[in-house]
């Protein structure tokens, strides 16, 4: 696999570029060998796009870095056939794997942030991919970078190029670690999880990119656990569940038609418009309550004409302007747009963790944004907060018991008896068994540490649940499972929702009113069948419009 082999994307055969046979990854541990990934077989050809779908865990990442020779230390890959363009690959060395990695084989990782070094200027990152491989002189790499990061579409390329990772977007950030892959013209570029958490619009760019580099003869490996991407990009798709592939075919085949009953759970999970007032996961093991007393009717959460703004170096930015809203009780309002639309921001004002520069918020009727902190002290049971990433929010010191006993509120006459017995009604309200009192929120899974944040969110017994991107970061059937449990607590205890959250389709499956914000205003609002079938705003129907779709829901709406 020489340079002098390597002929670009264009004018390849028909053979497979990559080809895998029988492949196992395991992990040497103190017990002996663990192993995640089992018998994974496939072709890859030139121009095509396999999927990898499953949770985490599913061993899908793992055998995505494997293809790209950096599947760790410790780690014992057999294979009967492992090819890259015909030749066998099971016998390089990490010096060989980086001549071929970059060069032939492009690699995305998920958080550009993180894959970016946050010292250098994006363009010298990108550069740095061309000088590794002696890729010309470095005038001509300068401009190579500036054509790269204008093919991807990074606007005002020769400026963005000068700023550090921190200072641009995530969606600008995902596209220059997408120039990095594709600078020496590979011939497979490996993404995995390339588009999550990105927001609805810029994620369909990052797709219309991938496909462009698809109509080039690249050949795709994209690990997701989004189907609705899958079913936009992928020409056929491999199901993973406990390191072994369950079904594979075609992707309108396997999205239309699935076999398997893990492929099925996994399509049922995908919330949108078809799940309206519908679960979306097997029937809960929480324990609910008993229904309360009817909670007083009307508004509970009310902002007027919410005005907030931050100093920058060129004076200042408006971060929320004007924003207006009403929640009534028992209801659940989304906020939906893209990163710096002012969602999050308005959310802070919401619960008064900021102070609006104009405008006020009332709870229950009452003043609140208006009113010295330490005479919302008392009030501050009656709205509470869930989180995008609880672990960051939990100290990491404290167990889970002393997590949900700091967010009790205080009570003279309860006993220790009566706080233990309160802690195991939350963990049974939100699905968890009480010996999660004992563990640390690190050994948890991201799914248990959502539960155990809304479990804190509901000890003091609030009226209003403010859910910032709370189930953005979960694979798709552990995000069903959190959808459900919401609106069954929502049912059960009269709860009254302010839903976060820039996935389009979450919101529809959960929301009864929506607002879309943009540029720190709300541009449309309405009842979520108005604003997601009937689309007014320019931008809202640009959202709705990029919103990804599974092979059988885009089926449907050509037929009408």
């Known amino acids: 696999m020489s340079a002098a082999q390597h002929a670009g994307p264009t004018g390849r055969s028909g053979e497979p570029v990559l080809s895998v046979r029988g492949l196992h990854v395991g992990f040497a541990r103190r017990e002996g060998v663990r192993d995640v990934v089992h018998d994974v077989s496939f072709d890859l050809h030139p121009g095509e796009c396999l999927a990898v779908v499953g949770e985490s865990g599913s061993g899908k990442s793992v055998t995505a870095r494997t293809l790209v020779g950096l599947t760790g230390d410790g780690a014992l890959v057999r294979a009967e056939r492992l090819h890259f363009d015909g ?227 060129e004076g200042s930015h408006t971060a929320v302007s004007g924003v207006s809203f009403s929640l009534r009780a028992g209801r659940t309002l989304g906020i939906v747009g893209e990163s710096g ?45 869930v989180q995008q990433d609880p672990l960051s929010s939990f100290d990491p010191r404290w167990t889970v018991e002393r997590v949900l006993l700091d967010a009790l509120p205080p009570r003279r006459s309860r006993t220790a008896g009566e706080r233990r017995a309160r802690l195991r009604e939350l963990l049974a309200q939100v699905g968890l068994d009480e010996d999660v009192l004992a563990r640390f929120p690190l050994t948890l899974s991201g799914g248990q540490r959502q539960r155990v944040s809304i479990a804190r969110a509901l000890a003091p017994e609030p009226s209003v649940v403010v859910l910032d991107e709370a189930v953005s970061a979960l694979d798709v059937s552990v995000q069903a499972q959190v959808l459900d449990l919401l609106a069954d607590l929502q049912r059960a205890l009269g709860l009254s929702y302010l839903f976060i959250s820039h996935d389009l389709g979450v919101v529809y499956h959960v929301s009864d009113d929506v607002l879309v914000m943009k540029d720190g205003e709300v541009v449309e609002r309405g009842s979520a069948e108005d604003v997601f079938e009937r689309p007014q705003h320019p931008y809202t129907r640009e959202l709705v419009s990029a919103l990804p779709r599974l092979a059988g829901q885009r089926a449907e709406e050509e037929a009408r």
């Open 87 to 313: 030749a066998d690959v099971r016998g390089l060395s990490a010096r060989d794997w980086r001549r071929t990695r970059g060069r032939r084989i492009g690699f995305v990782l998920q958080d550009a942030l993180v894959s970016l070094d946050p010292l250098r200027p994006v363009g010298a990152e990108v550069e740095e991919a061309l000088r590794l491989h002696g890729w010309r002189e470095r005038r001509a790499r300068r401009a190579k970078v500036l054509e790269l990061l204008t093919a991807v579409g990074v606007p005002s390329a020769r400026a963005r190029a000068r700023q550090r990772p921190d200072e641009l977007s995530g969606g600008l950030r995902q596209r220059a670690l997408i120039a990095s892959a594709i600078a020496l013209d590979p011939e497979v570029v490996v993404a995995d999880e390339p588009t999550t958490a990105l927001d609805v619009t810029v994620q369909a760019q990052v797709l219309d990119l991938l496909a462009e580099q698809k109509r080039r003869g690249v050949a795709i490996v994209l690990i997701s656990h989004d189907l609705s991407v899958v079913a936009r990009l992928a020409d056929r798709v491999l199901v993973m569940s406990g390191g072994r592939v369950v079904e594979s075919g075609p992707t309108r085949e396997v999205l239309t038609a699935p076999r398997h009953e893990y492929t099925r759970a996994l399509i049922a999970a995908v919330p949108g418009e078809h799940t309206r007032g519908e679960r979306l996961s097997p029937a809960p093991a929480a324990v609910l309550p008993r229904p309360r007393a009817e909670r007083p009717g009307g508004t509970v959460l009310e902002a007027s004409g919410l005005v907030k703004r931050y100093a920058t170096a």
């Open 341 to 385: 639309s002012g969602k999050s921001t308005t959310a802070r004002l919401a619960l008064a963790l900021t102070a609006p520069d104009e405008g006020v918020v009332n709870l229950l009727g009452r003043p609140w944004s208006q009113v010295p902190e330490a005479q919302r002290r008392e009030r501050r049971k009656e709205v509470s907060v």
